[in-house]
């Protein structure tokens, strides 16, 4: 890992961190876990899970998974996780979120799971051994760190020979846009941010300052280079790639374009 990588922007995460734990006490839309009749559907053979708003195909995530080791990656809060535990896998949940991974001890409680979830920053996967895992899932969760590369370094350095990344994010084209509310409502879409976006380095300091009074997440918005470049500089070859809409779309883009993009990645 380069040095201060992890350290200089500690306070970000750690500060995406709580606000994450604040969502999953208001029960938000990825803090809801799935219920006690999807469980038993997944212990029968029968399940589905998502990076983006399609469920993953076969071909991305076999439905024979019994076995096999899987790391959610920053993607607790009692949806993933569980589901691929209930279908056979031996699943762990890594996230810097108490509150989301108490949402995946709920369900392995209530529904009798083996699930393993751990409190950590998604960039620093030093609590496991190389080759440990065949299977990574991470839907859209790296906005919330400043940089890329010691992410996939440490995905790639974590999975076992032939291991899958599965990943999504959004189209970088989304942090372009000025949010100006009265802009939007005249159906303008106003360039006003360059990429890579930064929320800590691209707004003004009067709008950082009240996200940070408002308790809202902090993010980043990463190039196409950032997202796939340097997951191939880190060594994975792209095997699948396709575009999506998001799941409660927000914005005026998004009436235009979908974006979600998912990739699937492999370690050779």
Not at 28 to 50: F, L, R, Y
Not at 249 to 257: A, T, V
Request: glycine share 6%; aromatic share 10%.
């Amino acid at each position: 890992m380069t040095e201060n990588n992890l350290d200089k922007d500690k306070y970000v995460v750690e500060h995406n961190g709580v606000v994450w734990d604040g969502y999953a006490q208001a029960n938000g839309a990825w803090s809801k876990p799935v219920s006690h009749d999807i469980i038993e559907q997944a212990k029968q053979g029968h399940w589905n899970v998502h990076i983006t708003k399609k469920a993953l195909d076969d071909d991305w995530l076999p439905k024979d998974i019994r076995g096999k080791k899987i790391l959610c990656l920053a993607s607790a809060g009692g949806q993933q996780a569980p589901v691929l535990s209930a279908a056979g896998a031996d699943v762990t949940v890594y996230d810097i979120s108490k509150g989301q991974l108490d949402k995946d001890d709920f369900i392995a409680q209530r529904d009798e799971l083996t699930l393993k979830t751990i409190r950590g920053d998604m960039r620093d996967l030093s609590v496991f051994s190389d080759n440990t895992f065949d299977f990574i899932l991470s839907p859209i969760s790296n906005l919330y760190i400043p940089a890329l590369d010691t992410l996939w370094r440490e995905c790639y350095r974590v999975l076992k020979q032939s291991g899958v990344l599965l990943t999504s994010f959004y189209n970088p084209v989304l942090f372009v846009f000025d949010k100006d509310t009265l802009t939007i409502e005249q159906g303008l879409l106003k360039p006003k941010y360059v990429l890579p976006y930064s929320d800590v380095s691209s707004l003004e300091e009067k709008d950082y300052k009240e996200k940070l009074l408002n308790g809202d997440a902090l993010v980043f918005g990463h190039t196409l280079t950032q997202q796939i470049g340097q997951q191939m500089e880190a060594g994975f070859v792209v095997s699948g790639f396709y575009e999506d809409d998001h799941p409660s779309p927000r914005f005026l883009i998004e009436q235009y374009m979908q974006t979600m993009i998912a990739v699937r990645s492999v370690k050779l």
